[in-house]
């Protein structure tokens, strides 16, 4: 879902419905995955507890989403009164939805998260005592990742939720132009500022610029001290998620431009990452990188087609584990005075990456976590508590409550001085 959209020339090729859901899965080599020969088993259910599972995840999600942008559309109002106060509520509605999908993970798609990375990050990533990770990243960053399969977001999402300052409130993504107008959802990405992108450079650098310029703005608190928003801003510089149509498209372009084709990565488009992080330059100190593997993702396979959402949430055939590895750049390091150079830096890390992901591949793990007791740290997508999904409940329902009151409030009044008919 969320893609650098302005890379130049990139084409995305999404799979057909019954594909990505799961419910046509071939079994032509390098593509779909046999139904019956599945990386995490077989299925945990039945038929029809499948459409039971699905039932209820539609019922929960949509409700959801639903009563957030019913909150949205409440306080919308604060646009028009103080803009600070508007924005610092929306965060709070991208938080409620951070916890929505977390929850679903937690539910109907549990996995574990091996988390390690190199000494750029040592320290910033630690093993809580309840079994958890928290993470340690600063308050603005950029952050880049490898895009296996189309819930890689909620993933890294899921991050923000356990950093310490939380960040899953002030997450930013950028997206293809037509996801805004799908319905609920696309009204409620547009409240969180999402940027929604055209892929034509004449139009989407000024809408970027306009975008990225509000998340760079100095601000002043009531006792004088200057500050900046917080923000993450996620990017995936390949454009989509790999597939056997991407990887033909990115050997095509390797060969075409005389490049090395990395064989478990798509090469990285520089154009969108570099207008980004050259218009937040000065106000962000680093960029994190995170290569994204899935356990279960054989050699010459591609997630989409095995970690479909039949699968991973209505089959009990989630991924067994996700795994997270960690770099930190500093801005100032990165070459962006230059886009020759900042292609060619782009790719050669997208090289690593793939290094990364062979090692993966042999082994069944990244690099150990450097600078730590522990090797790996190992932890499950959950929320603080179950009961945490009830805030996206509450302005919706002290709405409710409000409006109840007034009513009958204003029917004892109307009684009392005969104004009823």
Not at 21 to 26: F, P, R
Request: aromatic share 14%; hydrophobic share 40%.
């Amino acid at each position: 879902m969320a893609v650098d959209k302005i890379a130049e020339g990139s084409d995305i090729n999404l799979p057909t419905l019954g594909v990505a859901m799961g419910l046509k899965q071939t079994s032509a080599k390098g593509s779909a995955y046999p139904a019956d020969a599945h990386p995490s088993g077989k299925r945990a259910h039945g038929r029809a507890v499948q459409v039971l599972r699905g039932l209820a995840l539609g019922v929960y999600f949509f409700t959801c989403c639903v009563t957030i942008v019913i909150s949205q559309v409440l306080g919308s109002w604060l646009y028009f009164v103080n803009r600070d106060l508007y924005y610092d509520y929306m965060s709070m509605t991208k938080r409620w939805f951070a916890v929505t999908t977390t929850f679903v993970t937690q539910v109907w798609g549990p996995t574990t998260i091996r988390i390690s990375g190199d000494e750029s990050v040592a320290g910033e990533i630690r093993p809580t005592e309840d079994g958890g990770v928290q993470f340690s990243f600063p308050e603005r960053l950029v952050m880049i990742a490898n895009h296996q399969i189309y819930t890689d977001w909620l993933y890294l999402w899921w991050v923000g939720y356990v950093n310490k300052p939380a960040a899953h409130g002030h997450i930013y993504i950028i997206l293809k132009q037509s996801l805004q107008y799908i319905p609920i959802i696309g009204w409620g990405m547009k409240f969180y500022g999402f940027i929604f992108m055209s892929r034509k450079m004449a139009t989407d650098q000024p809408r970027m610029a306009y975008r990225l310029g509000k998340l760079k703005q100095t601000k002043t608190d009531p006792s004088g001290k200057q500050y900046r928003v917080p923000m993450w801003l996620l990017l995936f510089p390949e454009g989509t998620n790999i597939s056997g149509n991407g990887r033909r498209k990115s050997a095509a372009w390797a060969e075409k431009n005389g490049w090395k084709d990395p064989e478990h990565v798509l090469l990285p488009r520089s154009t969108g990452s570099f207008f980004c992080l050259n218009e937040l330059k000065g106000t962000v100190d680093y960029v994190y990188d995170c290569t994204v593997a899935y356990e279960g993702v054989e050699r010459g396979k591609y997630g989409e087609n095995i970690f479909t959402l039949s699968s991973t949430y209505f089959q009990g055939r989630s991924p067994k584990s996700v795994n997270f590895y960690w770099r930190k750049f500093k801005l100032s390091d990165i070459p962006l005075d230059d886009a020759g150079k900042f292609d060619v830096w782009l790719r050669e890390e997208w090289y690593k990456k793939d290094a990364l992901m062979e090692q993966y591949l042999t082994t069944g793990r990244f690099p150990a976590m450097a600078g730590s007791k522990v090797d790996f740290i190992e932890t499950k997508v959950r929320t603080k508590s179950p009961l945490e999904v009830l805030q996206v409940f509450t302005i919706v329902g002290i709405t409710g409550l409000v409006w109840r009151n007034v009513q009958k409030f204003g029917g004892v009044v109307a009684n009392r001085f005969g104004l009823l008919m």
